[in-house]
C-alpha cells in the first residue's frame, strides 16, 4: 500500500511536469493568458504583454527600492538599465515579472516576493537579453508552481532562498541559472549551451533536451 501511494505521487507529478512543458492553459479569471507563441515558449516583444496597469522601470538608469510593503497589480517590466530592489520587504505582484536588455532584479535581506497565481503558471518570470536575477536571504512563493525562462544571456542566480512550492525553471541559449543552499529546486530543463550549477540543494528534477540540428 505505501509503495502504491508512492507510485500514484510520482505519476501525478509526471503528468504534471508533461503539462506544463507541453500544454496549453486556459483563461481562468478576468486577466489575459499570454500565448506562448514558440517551442520554447518565448514571448516575441514587450507589445505581447503591455498594459495600462504594467509597471515599467528603465530604459534610462534608474532604480526602484522597496523597502517597504508593496503591491503591484499588473506586471513589472524592467528592461535598458532599470534596477528594481526588493530590500527587507514584501513585494506582492499580481502580474509578470519580465526583464530584458541590462534589466537586473534583486531580491535580499529577508525580502519576501510573494506572487499572487490563481492557477498553474499565471504568471511567469521571463529574463531576456543581458538581464540578471539576484536573491539571497529571502523568500519566493507563488502559491502554485511559478514558472521561469532563462533566454539569450541571462543570469538567474538564487543563495539561501525559502521557496514554499514548486517551480519549473527552463534554461535556454547561453543563459546562467545558479543555485546555493535551495530548499525546493524543483524542475529545471536545460537546453542549448547553458551553464548551471546547484550547490548544497534539495529536491530537483532535471529535463535534459538535446538541440535539433538546424537545416541548410
Excluded at 546555493?180 to 532535471?206: H, K
Aim: aromatic fraction near 14%; hydrophobic fraction near 40%; charge should be negative.
Amino acid at each position: 500500500m505505501k509503495y502504491a501511494k508512492v507510485r500514484a505521487i510520482l505519476i501525478v507529478i509526471i503528468l504534471l511536469d508533461l503539462w506544463l512543458v507541453l500544454g496549453e492553459y486556459p483563461v481562468l479569471n478576468n486577466r489575459p493568458r499570454i500565448s506562448l507563441t514558440d517551442s520554447n515558449g518565448r514571448i516575441n516583444s514587450l507589445a505581447d504583454i503591455r498594459s495600462v496597469d504594467d509597471l515599467y522601470i528603465g530604459p534610462e538608469p534608474e532604480t526602484l527600492l522597496v523597502d517597504s510593503y508593496m503591491e503591484q497589480d499588473g506586471d513589472i517590466i524592467v528592461y535598458g538599465d532599470g534596477v528594481l530592489i526588493i530590500d527587507d520587504a514584501e513585494l506582492a505582484l499580481r502580474g509578470i515579472l519580465w526583464q530584458q536588455d541590462n534589466g537586473k532584479v534583486i531580491v535580499r535581506n529577508g525580502a519576501y516576493l510573494n506572487v499572487f497565481q490563481e492557477y498553474l503558471s499565471q504568471f511567469p518570470h521571463f529574463m531576456n537579453d543581458n538581464s540578471y536575477f539576484e536573491a539571497e536571504n529571502c523568500t519566493i512563493y507563488a502559491h502554485t508552481v511559478y514558472r521561469t525562462f532563462l533566454y539569450d544571456s541571462s543570469t538567474y542566480i538564487a543563495r539561501r532562498v525559502y521557496f514554499p512550492f514548486w517551480n519549473f525553471r527552463q534554461c535556454f541559449d547561453q543563459s546562467t541559472l545558479i543555485m546555493e543552499n535551495a530548499n525546493m529546486v524543483g524542475d529545471f530543463l536545460i537546453r542549448d549551451s547553458c551553464y548551471v550549477e546547484m550547490n548544497r540543494c534539495d529536491t530537483l528534477l532535471p529535463w535534459f533536451c538535446a538541440a535539433l540540428p538546424v537545416s541548410p
